[in-house]
């Protein structure tokens, strides 16, 4: 449920509940996921999403954030945001639509073996987005047209589905926690005051 407006997601699949960061956690589950409408976010070509995920290395990849259109492999609007690796070394990446292109950020790493949650933390502005790990800038990648919605009526919350499913980024199994999403893109102070704070 949106906090805010308290509009129920849209439910796929049978998704379920689990001890999370901070009471219940998000549980994901195979061909599962949530959505929620972009109506308000995508008024803004500013966006942020930070969350905590104890990460399910099985499947070895997934989608977590997902925004696109209806056309099979068209990346030059809406966000996608994902993970992929191995048991011991999974990688957080995203790709940003922007209108006549794309841009990919590689992020960085975390080791799902130690089963510890971790803090992720995306932001997309005008001219670069930016991936943090635990309050910490991982990497940041910079473009010159921004974020394009154009055509991306809703994100997937945990999946690829139903418009990023082409290299196998389908529903993430993971634990995800205290997922908030913000039409500003947050500096990395901001990030690092939501960390300290809920850590």
Request: aromatic share 12%; glycine share 10%; hydrophobic share 35%.
């Amino acid at each position: 449920r949106d906090a805010v407006s308290r509009t129920e997601a849209t439910k796929v699949g049978t998704p379920g509940f689990a001890t999370g960061k901070k009471g219940q956690a998000y549980a994901g589950a195979t061909d599962s996921y949530l959505t929620f409408p972009t109506t308000e976010f995508a008024k803004s070509t500013n966006f942020s999403a930070v969350f905590w995920m104890k990460v399910n290395a099985v499947p070895d990849r997934s989608g977590i954030l997902v925004a696109g259109t209806s056309t099979p492999e068209d990346r030059s609007h809406g966000i996608r945001i994902f993970r992929e690796g191995s048991p011991t070394s999974q990688r957080f990446k995203a790709n940003v639509g922007i209108g006549a292109g794309e841009s990919w950020n590689d992020g960085g790493t975390v080791d799902p073996s130690t089963g510890a949650w971790h803090h992720f933390a995306f932001t997309v502005s005008g001219t670069k987005s930016v991936i943090y790990i635990n309050g910490e800038k991982t990497l940041e990648s910079t473009y010159t047209t921004p974020l394009d919605w154009t055509g991306c009526p809703s994100l997937s919350i945990m999946s690829g589905a139903p418009t990023f499913t082409y290299w196998s980024h389908l529903s993430d199994l993971s634990l995800m926690d205290e997922l908030r999403i913000f039409s500003t893109a947050l500096t990395q102070a901001e990030v690092q005051t939501i960390y300290n704070d809920e850590k």
